[in-house]
């Protein structure tokens, strides 16, 4: 496989044209650093992958990798190995873990609005009639249907 990961492979750049934005809608840091591990991981599929190992080439800080890792272990994605040899491997396949079971572990909400959430969260107590919201409500149905498609296989073609 001919495929080289950079460290910075999943950031997402807060400038625009060099100038800082305010709140953009993004995934959380917890989340790039999952999303690093399993394709490390995917990468390196043949054996068990070491914390070390993990940190040293994908940049992932030693307290994000053993909070990640402890996620993606309770979710089935991903199996620790103990002892000489051990380490870290996938539980399943590339092919069969998508983004939003990754995503869906490490962010607190995958909806695009508060009002998607809670309909208490619309101050004008609408969110029956609003437009606004109806057109969320199809936006983040294709959001939640795109990280559904995207396979940790398709990132590391």
């Not at 402890?70 to 103990?82: F, M, S």
């Not at 490490?106 to 809670?118: K, V």
């Not at 107590?125 to 396979?151: F, W």
């Amino acid at each position: 496989m001919a495929v080289r990961l950079d460290s910075n492979c999943c950031r997402v750049s807060r400038k625009t044209n060099g100038v800082e934005k305010g709140n953009m809608m993004q995934f959380s840091t917890t989340s790039d650093y999952a999303i690093r591990t399993v394709l490390y991981l995917a990468l390196h599929a043949e054996r068990c992958c070491t914390a070390g190992e993990i940190e040293e080439n994908m940049k992932v800080p030693a307290t994000y990798l053993h909070k990640v890792t402890k996620q993606l272990k309770n979710a089935g994605i991903v199996r620790a190995v103990k002892g000489n040899g051990g380490g870290y491997t996938l539980m399943k396949a590339a092919d069969q873990t998508s983004l939003y079971d990754i995503l869906s572990l490490t962010e607190q909400t995958l909806e695009i609005n508060g009002c998607l959430e809670n309909e208490a969260f619309c101050s004008r107590h609408s969110t029956d009639i609003c437009p606004v919201r109806k057109v969320y409500t199809g936006l983040n149905a294709m959001l939640k249907e795109g990280l559904k498609q995207a396979t940790i296989k398709q990132l590391l073609m």
